[in-house]
């Protein structure tokens, strides 16, 4: 069984920055591609950014290019996401996720654990 426990969100406003991180256990992290995915109110879950297994590669969604950031600490069993230039749309709970695609994984059906979430709010 794999554990993930997000860490990093709250209150922001809008042009600042956040880093969340999402420590990874119970199984060789470095075996996993991570994603973050977040959920507004009201909206379905939908894919940020993604990382393969090495950190060679990421994606992201359109409307997170060039904003933010996603990398990964093997060592560290921890995988971040360093947001920046908030906006209030990016208002929602961020889940980070662990698959077991060799490459980057976009979509929500490609990965096996969830973790609990965390509450990024960003204020206008």
């Known amino acids: 069984q794999v554990q993930l426990v997000e860490s990093g969100g709250g209150l922001v406003q809008a042009g600042g920055s956040l880093r969340l991180s999402c420590a990874v256990s119970g199984r060789t992290f470095g075996n996993y591609a991570m994603g973050w995915f977040r959920q507004a109110p009201g909206k379905e879950r939908e894919f940020v950014a993604a990382?393969?297994?090495?950190?060679?590669?990421?994606s992201y969604a359109d409307s997170v290019k060039g904003r933010f950031t996603i990398s990964r600490a093997n060592a560290k069993n921890t995988v971040y996401l360093q947001m920046s230039s908030l906006k209030p749309e990016d208002t929602a709970v961020y889940y980070c996720?662990?698959?077991?695609?060799?490459?980057?994984?976009?979509?929500?059906?490609?990965?096996?654990?969830w973790g609990q979430g965390t509450q990024v709010t960003v204020s206008s």
């Open positions: 996720a662990a698959g077991s695609s060799s490459w980057v994984a976009v979509k929500l059906t490609e990965y096996d654990y």
């Open positions: 990382i393969s297994w090495d950190g060679g590669r990421t």
